[in-house]
């Protein structure tokens, strides 16, 4: 592929390159390691099973040229060569694949190419790759995180697995001079087989043994799947304590128990892992929890900022989509060989050189979307704060490790870091590290350009939290608390208003779920919860596979005014938490009834509204509705099936103009109880083209735009 490949365009230090059909090539590229190529392409046909076709990027069309974007500055990556994958059917690329040239300069010939040889991810060589990640990043090469706890660590959890209580590790015959006892009715020769052919664990409770706890702890990340595994309930507290069988726990939580014991940089280091599922009282009937569950869960869940902040390390079983699994991986080790090739930099636009021939790495844009951030793990809600809390993660992926701290992604294929960018619809865009959204400390919050930014970095998180799927969809909220706690509500000190905060509570209302346009036609799949978890002018009260667009952090331009707000927490000391229902916002707007109707087509499923006082022409016209005031984003309309037609009470309330000349309005329906009261069920959006529809729905100098007070439930 790289051999038949010509310069299309440049974008600043960026140049693009693309598969021509000449017979001529326009650039030569040799490789040294020949079968190194063949592998890369071994893998796209790989990656790329059971999909309609391939196309490189550039070869679909006559003529084409990748609509590339500048770069302010890519450092050495200079080169790129990309290949994505359509259906006929979709309008959206599936997958896309993309490879960067990293220029060299200097010499290479002291520079040994990472060669991975061992066949599994249990392997001693992936071991002292992540305990060389995890000694840079602990020490002064790593300014921005945190580094090594002490030895008598301060801070532990309410209850960790002690991996002290183990038989048999790493050769040794006992760590612990004081054996657990094995839980049931066994008489002393099966006690003492055990010891030689099994390995036990037991529950320590901080309360209990705080004088004697001592080491590191380790967390974990996974998904629960379906699979039915030991659980701690409250009948099983005695007997987890008493010393856990490794053997009937499952692989997932086995394996990471094994790894995490060998993690430290001295035997016993690593003393304790924290799991989530056998650290947390679980419900012995979920849908009808206990006082005693429910409030272990709620102190649990409350804490969950310091229990992934202080560990020493994260371990996510990042591939694994339940907790049979396992973290450990059969691989073909050569799959991950670094690649160097010989490029022919002549006539290259943008670069120059006295020497003609660089020596050059591959690099793979594609890498860390596909295999960390779409992997299974990292779907789920609750890991994605897992991620951004605990100071560094090591995630076990299909073929190999990655590593993630404040200063680098990186892999065993590329373990000096991954480049900071990343394929997209045939473009390089430079993207933000998940890492990077995370706050800096006071300092950086101060004035308003930091508190600007501190807001901007929670949008980021929120668009990601909302893509993301929970088990219980009660957690909602929850599961992003410990994010919100310790980052941005200590930098922020302002008051928290579910998902929202009570500055710029205006703008930030105004989120929106836009529509999916798939196989041609539009469609409205996010849904609210059968139960009550959030208000519903919060994005927490949607649930949306796509996610949502967060508001906007300003005060210009608004036409409402927030007079007060009530948030009553399920447990009240915790300001993050749950939500009782009854919370409201109370504001003042102009309130301009309206008529929503719905036309379907052959693009799909659309909405459209005009005025009510526009009479019943209007309103039956749809077509006319649709040129009028057809931007219209709903929550969820599957779910909100009562709000059609002239009985639907619906209500527009017009909210700010924003820097494109768009006037967004808030879509409510009123409570036919409650006069005053309303909930949200949308948002629409007028263009400033449509002067005369904007002055339809607002316009100050008309008596009838006077501003009234209502309340948003």
């Known amino acids: 592929m790289a051999a038949q490949a010509k310069v299309v365009e440049e974008a600043g230090n960026l140049i693009a390159i693309h598969r021509t059909r000449d017979a001529e090539p326009r650039r030569s590229v040799t490789a040294r390691r020949t079968p190194n190529l063949t592998m890369t392409n071994r893998k796209m046909r790989s990656d790329s099973a059971g999909l ?18 500048p770069l302010r500055k890519l450092g050495k990556h200079r080169i790129f060569i990309g290949a994505c994958c359509w259906q006929k059917s979709h309008h959206e ?4 694949l993309g490879w960067c040239v990293k220029l060299g300069g200097g010499d290479r010939s002291s520079r040994l190419l990472h060669t991975p ?19 840079r990043c602990t020490s002064e090469e790593h300014p921005e995180c945190p580094g090594e706890p002490f030895e008598d660590q301060q801070w532990y959890p309410s209850r960790l697995i ?50 004697m ?16 595994f030991a659980k701690l309930t409250e009948d099983k507290m005695a007997e987890f304590k008493r010393g856990i069988h490794l053997k009937d726990l499952p692989k997932t939580f086995e394996n990471a128990i094994r790894f995490a014991r060998r993690l430290g940089k001295k035997p016993g280091q690593v003393r304790y892992i924290w799991i989530d599922s056998l650290c947390i009282i679980q419900a012995a009937q979920p849908k009808k929890p206990t006082e005693t569950e429910k409030a ?33 991986l059969p691989r073909e080790p050569h799959l991950l060989w670094e690649d160097e090739i010989n490029l022919n930099t002549e006539g290259i636009p943008g670069y120059s050189s006295s020497e003609l021939i660089q020596r050059c790495n591959i690099v793979d844009l594609s890498f860390w979307e596909r295999h960390v951030d779409d992997a299974p793990v990292n779907r789920r809600a609750w890991v994605l704060q897992e991620r951004l809390m605990a100071p560094r993660v090591l995630h076990f992926c299909q073929d190999q490790i990655a590593w993630e701290c404040r200063k680098v992604d990186a892999s065993e294929s590329f373990r000096d870091g991954i480049a900071s960018f990343r394929l997209r619809s045939g473009e390089i865009e430079r993207t933000e590290r998940l890492k990077n959204l995370v706050p800096g400390g006071p300092s950086n919050s101060r004035g308003l350009q930091g508190r600007l930014a501190t807001y901007h970095h929670w949008k980021a998180v929120v668009e990601r939290y909302s893509k993301t799927r929970l088990t219980n969809p009660g957690d909602k909220l929850i599961a992003l608390s410990g994010i919100a706690r310790l980052t941005f509500g200590e930098l922020l000190d302002v008051k928290y208003v579910a998902g929202l905060w009570s500055e710029y509570l205006e703008s930030q209302l105004l989120w929106r779920v836009d529509p999916v346009f798939e196989y041609g036609k539009f469609s409205f799949p996010s849904s609210r919860p059968p ?29 409402i005014t927030i007079e007060k707000f009530d948030m009553s927490q399920e447990k009240d000391a915790d300001k993050f938490g749950l939500v009782k229902e009854g919370c409201f916002i109370e504001l003042s707007g102009v309130l301009k009834q309206i008529t929503l109707q719905k036309r379907i087509d052959q693009s799909g499923i659309r909405y459209c509204w005009d005025l009510a006082e526009s009479g019943g022409e209007a309103a039956g016209d749809s077509r006319r509705l649709e040129d009028e005031y057809s931007n219209v984003y709903l929550d969820s309309p599957r779910n909100d099936t009562d709000i059609l037609g002239q009985a639907g009470r619906m209500y527009c309330l017009p909210a700010r103009q924003d820097h494109n000349g768009y006037l967004i309005c808030l879509l409510l329906q009123k409570d036919p109880k409650q006069g005053s009261q309303y909930r949200r069920v949308g948002l629409t959006k007028i263009p400033r083209y449509d002067e005369v529809g904007q002055k339809r729905v607002y316009n100050p100098q008309r008596l009838q735009n006077m501003p009234v007070s209502i309340r948003l439930v």
């Open 52 to 69: 309609n076709h391939w196309k490189i990027i550039g070869d679909s069309r006559a003529n084409w040229k990748p609509p590339l974007k």
């Open 296 to 328: 272990d869960w709620l102190k649990e869940s409350a804490e969950m900022h310091l229990i992934y902040n202080n560990s020493y390390c994260n371990i996510s079983a990042t591939a694994a989509s339940d907790s049979t699994q396992g973290l450990f």
């Open 531 to 559: 139960t009550y978890r959030s208000p519903s002018f919060s994005w927490a009260a949607i649930d949306a596979e796509r996610g949502i667009t967060y508001g906007e952090f300003t005060t210009e331009n608004l036409l």
């Open 93 to 96: 690329a599936l997958l896309l």
């Open 162 to 211: 002690d991996l002290g209580s183990m038989v048999k590790i790493l050769g040794h015959k006992e760590v612990r001079d004081d054996p657990p006892q094995i839980a049931g009715n066994l008489d002393k020769k099966r006690r003492e087989d055990s010891k030689e052919d099994s390995e036990y664990i037991r529950l320590v409770s901080k309360d209990e043994e705080r004088n």
């Open 213 to 228: 706890m001592q080491g590191y702890y380790v967390t974990l990340s996974h998904c629960w799947g379906g699979a039915t």
């Open 117 to 135: 040889f061992s066949t599994s991810t249990a392997s001693d060589e992936v071991l002292e790759v992540a305990k060389t990640w995890i000694n």
